[in-house]
């Protein structure tokens, strides 16, 4: 298992070829109350970097952009009725997507987590 | 995620007072009219909306522009550049208004309090936006130039909200004072001795909550500020949930339900605008706003109560069942004390009756709302006893 990470602050956790995606915590405090998610349609394929879900927080609404190219093989549904959900635990339960991926050697363009760690460093 | 702003981008911008207990409060800060303001606590905005609503909640709007106009007839000549009556307005009492432009556009919307005059000469403090201040305070000057304008550099300017603002407020002035900060009804202000400094409070602000603006010198502000916070009624709010608590309340945001696009009887501020006004006029823009509120305005600024759980935004599109574009939401977003989103925009004034069904367009897709009379949440202004 792999864990990788973008510099807009998606993260994509890779098993067997299939990535769960979210956002980090960094961007959930950064975000505030979320208040509704916008989630594709299974089976929507999407290229890295593309537009893939809109976070809706209190403060603005928010594209989350796909980390890695792929096809969307499940939402969580959870979501519609505990947006919270991504406050509360955005690397567990308040996941978003999961993508099958097309290509596994995009992750090598993405950071590994102390990486992000010292781009957090860097922005903050 | 890429709109997230970075502490880089922050750090060119203007301090208020309070800077440092912002920071040492754990707030997420964020620019807004060249300052570094608070946006979030931890606590998070839905936390600090309803803590305001149920006990108080602390703001700080020192980036906000205070200024005393005065001369031997301040309150007539100010009179010349607002609708608002002014001259009515006694000693101790604040009056909400706009400055307009040469065709009754809304420069600024302002706070003006009539101060005791002073060696003859009358006294207006005015509390105006922080973006548009300097060209306010430029406006004033040349337009009044038998008035002297003193801009107020040197003051913090703390707002405390909620149903607790008071019993909280009264236990930090001089015992003398707490039964009349206490009395003093809403859009009353009165000046307050406390510890070799005058607090400048006046029952007024932007929640819709009963509450104060306190204006103070803003090397006293951090140490009130914390006296305050010390307080369990009391917490810090950022302008997150400033936002959300004016919003439900129907009070407009300047750049955004109002502007220089805008006049002050479309934008439903004809409250605002007394009968003496409307009558004698003098003042920029009164053909524009004379007519507008004679014949009414072709547009109108609604309430939108909007089904499901996606907030319509700014800039969101209105159009009819039937598709045909009416008008635009100007402020919008996730109502806490509702617990769903509201908005208000413009609509042509023939679909603008309560009750309508019309659908905002967020992201290409149409979602179902109705126009209904604002405030959202009821105002709790303290009136007096009565």
């Not at chain 1, 809109?54 to 096809?71: Q, R």
């Not at chain 2, 006990?55 to 100010?78: E, K, W, Y």
């Not at chain 2, 550049?81 to 604040?94: H, K, N, Q, S, T």
């Amino acid at each position: 298992m792999t864990t990788r990470y973008t510099k807009s602050h998606e993260y994509v956790r890779v098993e067997g070829g299939t990535g769960v995606v979210g956002i980090t915590d960094y961007a959930q405090s950064q975000l505030g109350d979320v208040v509704f998610v916008e989630l594709p349609p299974v089976g929507e394929r999407l290229s890295k970097g593309a537009e893939a879900a809109t976070v809706e927080s209190v403060k603005a609404a928010s594209e989350v952009n796909a980390p890695v190219s792929g096809e969307v093989v499940e939402v969580n549904s959870a979501l519609a009725d505990s947006p919270g959900l991504v406050n509360e635990d955005p690397s567990g339960k308040g996941w978003f997507l999961k993508i099958k991926l097309t290509d596994a050697t995009e992750l090598d363009s993405l950071m590994d987590e102390d990486s992000y760690r010292a781009f957090l460093k860097a922005v903050s | 995620m890429s709109d997230i702003q970075t502490a880089a981008a922050v750090r060119d911008l203007v301090r208020t007072p309070l800077y440092d207990l912002h920071r040492a409060l754990g707030a997420c800060m964020t620019g807004f009219a060249g300052y570094t303001m608070p946006v979030q606590y931890p606590s998070g905005i839905v936390g600090e909306h309803l803590f305001t609503r149920t006990r108080a909640g602390l703001f700080d709007v020192s980036h906000m522009g205070q200024a005393i106009l005065s001369g031997p007839n301040a309150a007539r000549r100010l009179e010349t550049l607002v609708p608002g009556d002014i001259a009515a307005l006694a000693p101790g009492r604040m009056r909400y208004t706009q400055l307009l432009d040469g065709h009754g556009h809304i420069l600024d919307d302002l706070m003006v309090t009539r101060l005791d005059d002073e060696a003859g000469r009358e006294r207006l403090f005015l509390v105006v936006n922080a973006a548009p201040k300097r060209a306010d305070f430029a406006h004033l000057a040349a337009e009044l130039p038998d008035c002297a304008l003193t801009v107020l550099e040197d003051r913090a300017l703390l707002a405390l909200q909620g149903p607790r603002a008071a019993e909280v407020l009264r236990r930090h002035v001089l015992p003398a004072a707490a039964k009349s900060v206490s009395a003093m009804p809403f859009m009353a202000a009165g000046s307050y001795a406390r510890e070799g400094i005058f607090l400048d409070i006046s029952r007024s602000g932007y929640t819709g909550e009963d509450g104060f603006e306190i204006s103070l010198p803003a090397a006293a502000a951090p140490g009130f500020a914390q006296e305050l916070l010390d307080e369990a009624d009391v917490r810090p709010i950022g302008l997150g949930a400033r936002d959300s608590l004016r919003l439900e309340a129907g009070l407009c945001l300047y750049g955004h339900d109002i502007d220089r696009t805008t006049g002050p009887v479309e934008a439903g501020l004809s409250w605002s605008i007394s009968k003496r006004r409307c009558e004698e006029g003098g003042f920029l823009g009164y053909e524009q706003v004379k007519r507008a509120i004679e014949y009414g305005p072709s547009r109108l600024r609604v309430g939108f109560l909007v089904d499901g759980k996606v907030p319509a935004r700014e800039g969101a599109e209105i159009v009819t069942l039937e598709g045909e574009t009416i008008g635009r939401i100007t402020s919008g977003g996730f109502a806490p004390s509702l617990g769903r989103p509201v908005a208000m925009g413009y609509v042509d004034t023939a679909h603008a009756a309560p009750g309508a069904q019309v659908c905002p367009i967020v992201r290409g897709k149409p979602l179902a709302a109705k126009i209904v009379p604002i405030p959202f949440v009821p105002h709790h202004y303290f009136r007096g006893d009565r």
